[in-house]
T-cell receptor, first 118, second 114 residues
């Protein structure tokens, strides 16, 4: 079963529009972490945010904001007033560090390709 | 401030050739990982290591071998490369204290198998 679902394969908006990237996760753990990474055309993975399962406060960082809702197992990412430089692939990921054994690594969604048109 | 360094960054192989990707981290992390990234598939875990001298299989281990002889290095080997192994490979590491789950990634290695 897919643990992290990013249903939007590709989104295209015009610059200055707001855009929300959806992320739905699945876990049986009570302690877990959620992440968003950005992958610009240059290819590196850029860490954006980490949220632990006990902190449901929404977070805002400049034009970026994140909405974490445990009731719907979602961790959505909104970019306000989008810019061309926001064009990238965005990955949502889940870490279950206390799952016992195993990799305790990150499980990634398949990514959302965001295209900001000028 | 190197973090996680992968070499080489790019490589072209012919089917059947072998090669090794090297990952080095300078953060004294216990855990290290190799992922592959394919279009539309996200990142998938190939192998991982929870400490020096230990390795384990991830989600897509077939066709790869790994070694962790030194804590700071994690090697990914392809003994007989196949076109299906054309991909971008990412190495990552993380610490255990505190255990925040955050992975630190290298810049990626693009491998093409002809």
């Amino acid at each position: 079963a897919q643990k992290v679902t990013q249903a939007q394969t590709e989104i295209s908006v015009v610059e200055k529009e707001d855009v929300t990237l959806d992320c739905v996760y699945e876990t049986r753990d009570t302690t877990y972490y959620l992440f968003w990474y950005k992958q610009p055309p240059s290819g590196e993975l850029v860490f954006l945010i980490r949220r632990n399962s006990f902190d449901e406060q929404n977070e805002i960082s400049g034009r970026y904001s994140w909405n974490f809702q445990k009731s719907t197992s979602s961790f959505n990412f909104t970019i306000t007033a989008s810019q061309v430089v926001d064009s990238a692939v965005y990955f949502c990921a889940l870490s279950e560090p206390h799952s016992g054994g195993g990799a305790d690594g990150l499980t990634f969604g398949k990514g959302t390709h965001l295209i900001i048109q000028p | 401030n190197a973090g996680v360094t992968q070499t080489p960054k790019f490589r072209v192989l012919k089917t059947g050739q072998s090669m090794t990707l090297l990952c080095a981290q300078d953060m004294n992390h216990e855990y290290m990982y190799w992922y592959r990234q394919d279009p539309g598939m996200g990142l998938r875990l190939i192998h991982y290591s929870v400490g020096e001298g230990t390795t384990a299989k991830g989600e897509v281990p077939d066709g790869y071998n790994v070694s962790r002889l030194k804590k700071q290095n994690f090697l990914l080997g392809l003994e007989s490369a196949a076109p299906s192994q054309t991909s971008v490979y990412f190495c990552a590491s993380r610490g255990t204290v505190p255990n925040t789950g955050e992975l630190f990634f290298g810049e990626g290695s693009r491998l093409t198998v002809l």
